[in-house]
């Protein structure tokens, strides 16, 4: 069977006659396409000057607005310092909070000196150099919980 020659013709015309159709732009592609505008050194100065002033008239605002709540916790605080007073006579001191001091020991590590176990978590933490008695924070946990223990 012959295979028709105008075929392929008509399918190249069409490709060509689509191909000088102009496509209109969409809203996306005309928002890129900003027109030529040129900013002097003297305007793109004004304009950084205007955005620092802005800058400093917040700072300052905020300044002056932790002055004044700080000012207002002061007075809170005060006025019920001298009620607290008025109301009970003398209040016996509040003793302070009796530190730890018995703390866990660490268990050495067997075969490797100046290497033990943490007594929290059995993790192996570096003691060299660090007499012995000495009280040490516990480096496998955050600073925050701080957990402490004794080298052996």
Known sequence: MKFP??????????????????VPDTPRQQQRQAPDQTVTPAQQQRSIEEQRERMREQAER???????????????????????????????????PVRREDYDFATPVPGKEGFVFSPYNNKVVDVRDIPSGTLVQDPTFPPSEKKYFRVP
């Open 62 to 96: 905020r300044e002056r607005e932790q002055r004044e709540q700080q000012a207002s916790q002061e007075q809170a605080s005060e006025t019920t310092e001298t009620t607290a007073q008025r109301e009970t006579p003398e209040t016996p001191d509040t003793p302070e």
């Open 5 to 22: 020659t105008y075929l392929p013709c008509v399918a190249a015309g069409i490709a060509l006659l689509a191909s000088c159709y102009p």
